[in-house]
């Protein structure tokens, strides 16, 4: 049975930083590439970041312009969502999801979804 659960959401103030975790389990890890995604209400779910199976490629939204950071540990099947600087406007629910290949921020081709962790960016 495939599982993807996220954690590390929640509230934080303006410029604060946040590290969202994705344990994976039910399927091999490695042959997956691994993606974020995020949805705010009333909007389209977007793309912010995604890895490649062996961590040596990724990619990020333009809206990220450096602020966040994914990385991923093969040998305890977690993918990480490292973000700083956060804004208002990044207030959404997050969800990571895998996708056996290759990577990219298009969420129709990815295979298997986590449940979601909600960040809220406010004073």
């Known amino acids: 049975q495939v599982q993807l659960v996220e954690s590390g959401g929640g509230l934080v103030q303006p410029g604060g930083s946040l590290r969202l975790s994705c344990a994976a389990s039910?399927?091999?890890?490695?042959?997956?590439?691994m993606g974020w995604f995020r949805q705010a209400p009333g909007k389209e779910r977007e793309g912010v970041s995604s890895?490649?199976?062996?961590?040596?490629?990724?990619y990020y939204g333009d809206f990220v312009k450096g602020r966040f950071t994914i990385s991923r540990d093969n040998f305890k099947n977690t993918v990480y969502l490292q973000m700083n600087s956060l804004k208002p406007e990044d207030t959404a629910v997050y969800f990571c999801?895998?996708?056996?290949?290759?990577?990219?921020?298009?969420?129709?081709?990815?295979?298997?979804w986590g449940q979601g962790t909600q960040v809220t960016v406010s004073s």
């Open positions: 890895i490649s199976r062996r961590g040596g490629s990724t």
């Open positions: 999801a895998a996708r056996r290949g290759s990577g990219g921020l298009v969420g129709t081709l990815y295979d298997y």
């Open positions: 039910g399927f091999t890890f490695d042959d997956y590439a």
